[in-house]
């Protein structure tokens, strides 16, 4: 079977968004925490990864029997105490009957109050440091309020605000001013304490947590300004730098990550740097540096795939993204192996049915799939893993660039929705989202693929899938202009580009505009058009219709000698074909319009008498009949206005109507020029049928008095003197009744000179 590649980037268009994702985004799961203990493995479980790792099918084994051991031996555990199991806490409002102080303390009441507030803040570093934190933070506030002088007070206020914090780490924002108060009264009570760049850096972090980056990167720097010796300080680096991968900066997050390693080489958080480096480099899509650095993370500690197996998921999700599939398999199969309780075993899982999935064993890929389904429902694992089974794992030829190359099925649209209705709030129902709008974009739905993607931005816009959605926003939007075009719906498709601009990559860019000129041209904005034809001309575009788009807009706004500019002769030269002919009209046109006789005659002759489509029109041979009059060529002149004429007659617009009585009123004066006058009569006689205005129809009567004074038709000239007197059409009429006049006058005149 053909490997479907993820072979993203279409002719001419820039691929933005991750190069390798054609089955959809898995983000590897975050590392450790940077103040997370090593976890150390057993030593049976020792593995040497340069060895081939346990089979998928043992692997599942292993699952399945953790799995089931795990659903035995499952009891419910208290929230805050985690994984670790605390020793009994000391019995609270025990009276102390005859205890002594501590040894060295001071005797008499106060040694008794000094051995209290020691208890009480012993009791409550217990409790902090078994993870009991409402338990710990009632008895650092205890302290406080009974005893705020102690010498212990500090570290009880600063723990008091730890606890706190530890306590509402996961729903920060409800109790965010609250925490922040409680470390805020510690660096006011004891700003000289060393715990107080900890304290910064909490804030800090709760800031991120609550959503503000900014504040939290402004109380980041004031550990690293101020407490520059502190060891917190390159921790607060590291920390800033999670803001910045927050915002998608990743380049200023490699930039943060680097400046750690360079300045602080041997510090504990070196690490943690490095892990924040991995995820700038998967940000950036550059999986090739990720796995790199990666690999030298292990040569560094060959141990810390043991203390961290997180490390062989990112290294495999850098093989996968890189095609490496066999590689990214053993990496995956190793991590399920070492830890198989690990977070997000489902979706590791679900990743190896993707690297038989590339590699054309379809058949093994949904085998691993259904295991997925079958061991982890409803996990985020299984609705990947159920969109993997739903979809066909034929390539879709039709739709190259993708980011999802899969064919649009039936089976995909339904679980898609199904997906992305019961689970919006989860991941992988965004994921979902995400892909039923790559499904109506791929049936040419493109309406429904913007509304479905602007959904899905409504409600998270912080997705982890928002380059996908950038990406595919712009194809729909592309696709809902191209399709307005072909449908010759103008005015929707300028009101389309208005409405969906900002989800354009290149909102100016060259086939967009050519899209506008179009609508522009269409409905009459032949200036908006010319001017957007001429931007893009000016990017150096391989296409010489252009010139002839501009020039045909030029022409319309009267233009005339923008258009001789534009059809210069070295753009003619790239012409051919009814390209050409088209130009030729347009210049010819434009010449005779700026009274260059000549040129026009010659241009215009080229495509009159060189056979082709289209061939030419009414208005060239106009143009061409009133050069050759200029020239005093008459008789041609007079055929080449005939001709237009007759090509008129066939269109039964105003237009033409107007066209027509111009080419007769201009026929009659050649005509006449030519000495050929009841010719000449003829003319005016259809233009004073053709006019469209009285004004019109008493100027071609008066031209057909001259032209029958000049045949000596004295009946002809009676009569239209007398109809042209009735118009009462000024000069016109004026003419007429003087010139009625002197005709009365001429026989009198003639009597007394006899």
Known sequence: AELPQPDLVAPGRVMESNPALARGAIPPLPPPSPTARPRALPPALDPDLGQAPPSTEETIAQLRRKNENRERVAQPMPEEQGLIQAPPAPQRGVERVGERPPQGGPLGPGG?????????????????????????????????????????????????????????????????????EKYQYALDRFPDSDQAPWALLMMGKASALYGEPFRAQGYYDLVIQDHPKSQYASLAMVERGQTFLSEQDYNRALEEYRRIVETYPDSRFRKDAEWGMVQAYFGLSAYDRAAALLEQMLARNPRLYLEEPEILYHLGEAQFQLRKYKEARASFLWVLNLKPDIRDNDIILARVGDTYQYEGEFKTAQDVFKQVVNLYPESDGALVSRIRLAESPEKDSQHPWDIFQVKATNDALNTYQELAEKYPNRAV???????????????????????????????????????????????????????????????????????????????????????????????????????????????????????????????????????????????????????????????????????QWLPAV??????????????????????YGRSLWNLGRLAPALAALDQADRLLDKDPGKVAGQDRYLLAMDSGAVARQAEMHPEAQGYFRKAAVLSATEAQKAQALYELVQAARLAGDSEEVLKVLDQLAKLKVDPWSSMAQRLQADLDMAPRLAQVGN
Do not use: C
């Open 112 to 180: 008794v109050m000094d051995g209290d507030a020691q208890a009480l803040f012993a009791r409550a570093k217990l409790d902090f440091d078994t993870r009991r934190y409402t338990d710990a933070y009632t008895g650092f506030d205890q302290f406080l309020m009974r005893f705020p002088d102690h010498r212990l007070a500090a570290e009880a206020a600063y723990r008091r605000a730890d606890a706190f914090m530890n306590l509402n780490e996961r729903k920060i924002a409800p109790v965010f001013w609250d925490l922040m």
């Open 429 to 595: 129902g965004q994921l979902a989202q995400l892909k039923l709008g790559v499904y109506f974009y791929k049936v040419g739905q493109h309406d429904k693929s913007i509304a479905a993607l602007e959904k899905l931005l409504q409600d998270h816009p912080r997705t982890p899938f928002k380059r996908e959605v950038d990406y595919t926003l712009n194809l729909a939007s592309l696709g809902l202009l191209d399709n307005l075009r072909q449908a010759d719906k103008p005015m929707e498709l300028m009101n389309a580009y208005l409405r969906h601009r900002p989800y354009l990559q290149r909102p100016n860019g060259s086939d967009i505009l050519k899209l506008l000129a179009w609508a522009y041209e269409k409905t009459g904005q032949s200036d908006r058009a010319a001017r957007t034809y001429r931007v893009l001309i000016s990017r150096g575009l391989n296409e010489p219709t252009l010139a002839v788009d501009m020039a045909r807009n030029l022409m319309i706004e009267g233009d005339y000698q923008g258009v001789i500019d534009g059809l210069a002769p070295q753009e003619l030269k790239a012409l051919q074909g009814a390209d050409l002919r088209r130009a030729w009209s347009l210049l010819g046109q434009a010449l005779a319009m700026k009274k």
């Open 602 to 623: 010659t241009t215009l002759e080229q495509l009159i008498k060189t056979p082709g489509d289209p061939p030419a029109g009414a208005a060239d041979y106009a143009a």
